[in-house]
């Protein structure tokens, strides 16, 4: 279970990798919202805010399909030896780690490291998000 859901991870950064500004409605913007199990229970706190469903679609598809430069996610990786994975009864799973990610947004690079917690539950025979949690690094 472990390994399908860093599958799933790595399908979900490829989205955005192959989506980066190219369009809210765009094909790989589809797909990453595909990832998500939406619903009235699915949170995400991101800068300090509480979203729910409509509120983390609009930010996904705002950040990557918009706002990152077309092309422009130079990297979306994870800070070496904090991708932590822990998969319960075999269908929910919690992910952990800290950001490592390069986005060129107007034309100026720039890094987001953000402690990082997905949660994902399997559904139907897939892993889909379920809960997204991002923090700034306290350096």
């Not at 706190?45 to 430069?69: C, H, K, M, Q």
């Not at 009864?89 to 990610?101: E, K, M, Q, R």
């Amino acid at each position: 279970a472990q390994a399908e859901v860093l599958e799933t991870f790595a399908a979900i950064a490829g989205s955005i990798i192959a989506g980066a500004g190219q369009g809210y409605y765009g094909e790989y913007m589809d797909q990453l919202i595909s990832f998500h199990a939406y619903g009235d229970k699915f949170t995400e706190f991101n800068d300090g805010i509480l979203y729910d469903s409509a509120g983390n679609e609009e930010n996904e598809r705002t950040l990557f399909g918009t706002i990152v430069d077309p092309g422009g996610v130079k990297q979306f990786a994870t800070v070496p030896e904090t991708l932590k994975v822990a998969v319960y009864y075999g269908n929910v799973a919690n992910l952990t780690f800290i950001s490592d990610f390069e986005l060129w947004i107007g034309g100026e690079l720039h890094t987001v490291n953000n402690l990082i917690t997905l949660l994902f539950v399997k559904t139907k025979g897939e892993w889909k998000l379920v809960h997204e949690h991002h923090s700034p690094v306290n350096e």
